[in-house]
């Protein structure tokens, strides 16, 4: 695993929980998570931290140690001395998201649930409902949440896909094709396959064989003759597993002709054709002259919706916007959360216009056009988190929904109709609310919110975050159809965040989209004119 800011916040969170489970001092547990929040929040260099070169508050000599361990190995002592301490069947419940130490701990100590699959049943058998501080809801959420972590088993996002993918193909020394999934860049990958064209001698083993290749157990790898094509198939990225099947029969020979048939026709992010299944319908969508298509038209000028310290993210205005710059982008929009986003220390009015005079000097030096937007909250109601005398300040306000995720139907439909007919709002996004892997759409009436988005002139965002790579792509011939503007955004919250837009672009053009219905694909010229020209109409 690389070793990231992100990664080092997660492991002093979990030796924090730790802690919480082992019975540890209350301001020990507490001191541990202040640290893990120091490390997200901080933009120093993390190896400086943990030499105690560099002081930051919150991080004292036991954080340093365990964030200096974990940066050499990926582990720490902390972590393994807690973990023995805590008993494994509350590790197990702990990997069950939103049921916290305290409750794993009651859910073992008080019901003798030791497995998933026991809480499942328990949840179903209305069991929790005995415990004090579970209600119904509580249980319900559970119980969802265990149906999404069985359907995400086996199953790895694109961007882990695409690493994983990597490591293996320096066993076949330039000799593969990606095939499958990989090489349609599907957005959750739980099948690798690639056409060997030939089989390098280091990777002959004899039957049943094991070696550890990236950590990666390759079991039972054997070849036919190495003129003969095979096709390799990762069963599960998760559960480590690497399984080869030959083309030994005639119906694994066809399948082979096909993969590698379509291996030719999608190498180097350029399909010429897609097979689609999305409502029940399947269709075949070909390309054009017009058609956006990463290799040839190139990617987007410049990116909307990047968070920065002012909010949730780790890296400045500054930092932001010269590593915009580094990529070659032409703009970027800086849209830092709203007000009603408590958790992310959303901005206040005073903060705003303080950071619209930040950007306004870093302007005049830093090479790129630099514009000013938020990430306003699309309240319950469907109202925007400001007065419009303020958002009328913005160059561009994004529309986003970040609680009520619930709401049936109707009611979410309504909500995001409402918010649209607010003249301020410039882009919708990441409209469906999806996590992969972790969180299911929306309920929404699509073809209303899509009429919608075409009469009022709202963009809706394609999100490159490889969490959520939302809009779905699939929806693109509606959007065709309906004629509507997307762009393609990568909301960053740190400076790798904002090279996602590479990842997204990947998943982008297989919506075959118009080039001229992706925003960013503008000058800025284009887009400052066309921003103008929205917020003009909008203070008529």
């Known amino acids: 695993m690389p070793m990231t800011q992100q990664s080092a916040y997660e492991h002093l969170e979990e030796v924090a929980r730790l802690m919480e489970l082992a019975g540890e001092n209350p301001f020990k547990v507490r001191a541990f998570q202040k640290g893990a929040d120091a490390v997200r929040g901080t933009q120093e260099k993390l190896e400086s931290i943990a030499s105690g070169e560099v002081k930051v508050a919150g991080i004292g000599d036991g954080i340093r140690t365990t964030l200096g361990e974990f940066l050499k190995t990926g582990d720490s002592t902390a972590r393994n001395e807690l973990s023995a301490k805590v008993p494994a069947p509350i590790l197990e419940l702990l990997k069950l998201p939103g049921l916290g130490p305290k409750k794993a701990r009651q859910v073992y100590e008080e019901l003798g649930v030791q497995t998933l699959g026991e809480l499942e049943y328990a949840c179903r058998e209305n069991r929790l409902l005995t415990l004090k501080g579970f209600g ?62 030939d089989v390098p001698k280091k990777i002959h083993f004899e039957k049943k064989s094991e070696k550890k290749v990236f950590g990666m157990s390759l079991q039972k790898l054997e070849f036919l003759h190495k003129e003969l094509a095979c096709v390799l198939w990762v069963s599960s990225a998760i559960d480590e597993k690497l399984r080869v099947w030959l083309n030994s029969s005639e119906d694994l020979r066809k399948r082979l002709e096909q993969s590698v048939a379509l291996a030719h026709e999608v190498q180097d992010w350029e399909p010429s054709w897609l097979e689609t299944t999305w409502i029940g ?100 109601d469907g109202t925007l988190d400001y007065p419009d005398s303020v958002l009328a300040e913005f160059d561009f306000v994004i529309g986003s929904i970040h609680s009520r995720f619930q709401m049936d139907e109707a009611a979410m439909t309504n909500r995001i109709l409402r918010a649209m007919e607010n003249p301020y709002m410039t882009f919708w996004g990441h409209p469906s609310g999806r996590l992969l892997l972790g969180r299911e759409p929306y309920s929404l009436n699509w073809n209303q919110v899509f009429d919608a988005a075409k009469d009022n002139g709202v963009i809706i965002e394609f999100n490159a975050h490889p969490s959520r790579l939302d809009i779905d792509w699939r929806f693109g011939r509606m959007l065709e159809e309906k004629e509507i503007q997307v762009s393609l955004n990568p909301d960053a919250h740190d400076l790798e965040g904002l090279a996602h837009v590479q990842l997204g672009a990947r998943v982008l053009e297989k919506a075959m989209l118009s080039k001229s219905l992706v925003f960013n694909l503008r000058s800025v010229e284009e887009v400052e004119k066309s921003l103008w020209e929205r917020r003009k109409k909008a203070q008529s």
């Open 281 to 380: 319908q399947t269709e075949l969508r070909k390309p054009n002259a017009e058609t956006y298509r990463v290799r040839r038209d190139g990617g987007v000028r410049g990116v909307f919706h990047n968070h920065t310290t002012e909010s949730d993210g780790t890296a400045s205005l500054e930092e932001m916007v010269t590593e915009a710059a580094k990529l070659g982008y032409q703009y970027i929009g800086i849209s830092d959360h709203s007000q009603s986003a408590f958790y992310a220390h959303g901005l206040s009015v005073d903060r705003i216009r303080a950071q619209r005079k930040a950007i306004a000097s870093l302007q005049k030096r830093c090479g790129i056009r630099v514009f000013h937007g938020i990430e306003s909250d699309i309240l319950a």
């Open 136 to 197: 119904k809801s509580t249980q319900e959420k559970l119980l969802k949440n265990l149906e999404l972590l069985k359907a995400s088993r086996g199953k790895a996002l694109l961007i882990e896909a695409l690493d994983y993918a990597a490591e293996i193909e320096t066993l076949f020394g330039g000799n593969s094709v990606r095939v499958g999934q990989l090489a349609r860049h599907c957005e959750v990958v739980s099948l690798f396959e690639w056409h060997i064209t």
